[in-house]
């Protein structure tokens, strides 16, 4: 079954030091991955994907992700973190399986956490 | 602006009383979707729309209608409400193509049935 999770209910992180936030996941064929952030009382916003090419994406706000294949994982990093930062991120995957609509499938979220 | 609006906002119903959520985009974009956010859930798919007059279920479609009569536009609608629809609904549009999966989301709409 196509599935994607992220381990962390909440990962808290001090101003300035690097984070990451965690997503492993399990489809048929190649997958296409990617994160979203939502700000509190906003919608979703994309932020980077992973399709082909690079094993390390960049995305907006000075966010980058890795894709390891062998692992079946892509987090998502960032050298120095922002108070700004703090907000709930999804990572989602294209359901590529013979039955599947090609729709995306969700992790349940990651509340990111960062202290002055 | 390029945005995704949703009306309305917030709604208390009750039980059993039909109420539509209106979506609009103004992007020109030809996919459209709803999801409900629910806590330690993540998003689950209501329905899906790959253009005018094509709509698809999602992972839940179970109490809910959607129509695609206008590309701009794409409402849900609950014909008889129940408590467990409780929950905060999005709606996202975008692009066909692989551009699909990045999504503009509109800022919510927070449903309560009791």
């Known amino acids: 079954a196509q599935s994607v999770a992220q381990p962390e209910d909440q990962v808290n992180v001090a101003e300035g030091n690097p984070l990451t936030v965690k997503c492993t996941y399990s489809v048929s064929g190649n997958p296409y991955l990617f994160w979203y952030v939502q700000y509190p009382n906003r919608g979703l916003q994309f932020l980077l994907k992973?399709?082909?090419?690079d094993n390390l994406v960049k995305g907006s706000y000075g966010f980058e992700a890795e894709f390891n294949k062998s692992q079946t994982s892509f987090h998502l990093k960032k050298p120095s973190a922002l108070v700004s930062d703090s907000a709930l991120y999804f990572c989602?995957?294209?359901?590529?399986?013979?039955?599947?609509?090609?729709?995306?499938?969700w992790g349940a979220g990651t509340k990111l956490i960062i202290k002055p | 602006e390029a945005q995704v609006t949703q009306n309305p906002r917030y709604l208390i119903t009750v039980t059993g009383k039909k109420l539509t959520v209106t979506c609009s985009q103004n992007?020109?974009?030809?996919?459209m979707s709803w999801y409900r956010q629910d806590p330690g859930l993540g998003l689950r798919q209501i329905y899906y729309s790959m253009n005018v007059e094509v709509t698809d279920k999602g992972d839940v479609p179970e109490g809910y209608k959607v129509s695609r009569k206008e590309k701009r536009n794409f409402p849900l609608i609950l014909e008889s409400p129940s408590p467990n629809q409780t929950s905060l609904y999005f709606c996202?549009?975008?692009?066909?193509?692989?551009?699909?999966?990045?999504?503009?989301f509109g800022p919510g709409t927070r449903l309560t049935v009791t």
């Open positions: 989602a995957v294209r359901d590529g399986g013979v039955d599947s609509n090609y729709q995306l499938i």
């Open positions: 992007m020109n974009h030809e996919y």
């Open positions: 992973y399709i082909t090419g």
């Open positions: 996202a549009s975008s692009f066909s193509g692989t551009l699909i999966y990045e999504q503009y």
